[in-house]
């Protein structure tokens, strides 16, 4: 859950490990910006998703529109501002909860301190990666120009 991204994110690892095929995205050419530092990210295009919080006894459900990218990433997916107005959900980011009301009572989703934690630690370990390799020289090359 990112509060302050105006896209909800889906990475394309996550569309192929659901069996969507990449057929069902619709072509989009608009480019965004704050992923890769200095530089506009094109994504492969949008699909729209249904998507569901909650379970058999109180859930909400509404269809989302994702902005497929090819990053690598430690999550599946990042809902941003567009899924907390569609869900009207609130984020707490001390808490690593989200809240929306259902149709009996409150839904609350969240995750462990221990789940974040290794989720971070990830992407620590991927940036190191990157460091290390000759793709830093490559954006280095390019950020410079």
């Known amino acids: 859950m990112d ?3 105006g896209l ?3 990475y394309a690892e996550m569309l192929d490990a659901m069996g969507i095929d990449r057929s069902c995205i619709r072509p989009t050419r608009a480019p965004f910006h704050g992923i890769v530092p200095r530089k506009q990210a094109v994504p492969l295009g949008q699909i729209d998703l249904p ?3 909650g379970d058999p006894t109180n859930y909400k459900m509404e269809t989302l529109s994702f902005e497929v990218v090819r990053f690598h990433e430690t999550n599946h997916a990042i809902l941003g501002r567009p899924c907390y107005v569609k869900f009207m959900a609130i984020h707490n980011y001390t808490y690593l909860k989200l809240k929306m009301l259902g149709p009996c009572g409150v839904i609350t989703i969240g995750t ?7 989720g971070e630690v ?3 370990e991927h940036a ?3 460091i290390t390799s000759k ?7 390019e950020v410079t120009e």
Not at 112 to 118: G, L, M, V
Not at 135 to 141: G, P, Q, V
């Open 128 to 130: 190191v990666a990157i």
């Open 3 to 5: 509060g302050g991204s």
């Open 51 to 53: 998507i569901t919080f």
């Open 8 to 10: 909800n994110i889906m």
């Open 112 to 118: 462990s301190f221990q789940c974040a934690y290794e």
């Open 135 to 141: 793709e830093l020289a490559t954006i280095r090359k």
């Open 122 to 124: 990830e992407c620590y």
